[in-house]
């Protein structure tokens, strides 16, 4: 099974920067995409940034230009530098990784979930 495993949030003032992480592992298995989603307390979950197996990536509007997600293969570990952080950043991150495992079969995995706050 896979598992992922997040480390990296915590409290930064606005402006600050933080750099979230999320590894992934757990026998033989192909990533198609990785990325982080966002939630806030009586709101809907929110994609922030993925990234595709062949590099592409999308981000929500509201961070385009200030975070990058990025991804070591070798590692199966993806990475969200979030720059320019603002209040409305403040959130539950949680990773995700879509892709297949073992004889083909397919998988949606989701880490524990990391707090970020951002104090103005």
């Known amino acids: 099974q896979v598992q992922l495993v997040e480390s990296g949030g915590g409290l930064v003032q606005a402006g600050g920067s933080l750099r979230l992480s999320c590894a992934a592992s757990g026998g033989s298995f192909t990533i198609n995409t990785m990325g982080w989603y966002r939630q806030v307390p009586g709101s809907q979950r929110e994609l922030v940034a993925g990234?595709?197996?062949?590099?592409?990536?999308n981000y929500a509007d509201s961070v385009k230009g200030r975070f990058t997600i990025s991804r070591d293969s070798v590692k199966n570990t993806v990475y969200l530098q979030m720059n320019s952080l603002k209040p409305e950043d403040t959130a539950v991150y949680y990773c995700y990784s879509r892709g297949t495992w073992g004889p083909g079969l397919r998988y949606e995995r989701w880490g524990q979930g990391t707090q970020v706050t951002v104090s103005s």
């Open positions: 990234i595709a197996t062949g590099g592409s990536t």
